[in-house]
């Protein structure tokens, strides 16, 4: 068991949120049949739309914090 705000707890959630990015990027930019060189713009765009997006918990925005 990990106690939270330590070190090992921030990692997991950092690897949580990555994933859920790149899960996002991918299904992005498989949907709209684009090619992989544009990763990089497609990892803004996600950033952007994923920090204005209202939690369901706090039912407000990471941006808004």
Same mark, same amino acid.
């Given at each position: 068991?990990? =106690? /939270? #705000?330590? *070190?090992? #707890?921030?990692? $997991? =959630? &950092? %690897?949580?949120? &990555? &994933? $859920?990015?790149?899960? %996002?990027?991918?299904?992005?930019?498989?949907?709209?049949?684009? /090619?992989?060189?544009?990763?990089?713009? =497609?990892?803004?765009? $996600?950033? #952007? $739309?994923h920090n204005r997006v209202p939690?369901?918990?706090?039912?407000?925005? *990471?941006?808004?914090?």
């Amino acid at each position: 068991m990990i =106690a /939270p #705000h330590t *070190p090992q #707890h921030n990692g $997991i =959630a &950092k %690897m949580k949120k &990555k &994933k $859920i990015l790149v899960d %996002m990027i991918n299904a992005m930019l498989l949907n709209a049949k684009l /090619p992989n060189n544009l990763w990089d713009g =497609a990892l803004l765009t $996600i950033c #952007h $739309i994923h920090n204005r997006v209202p939690s369901k918990k706090l039912n407000i925005s *990471p941006y808004e914090v």
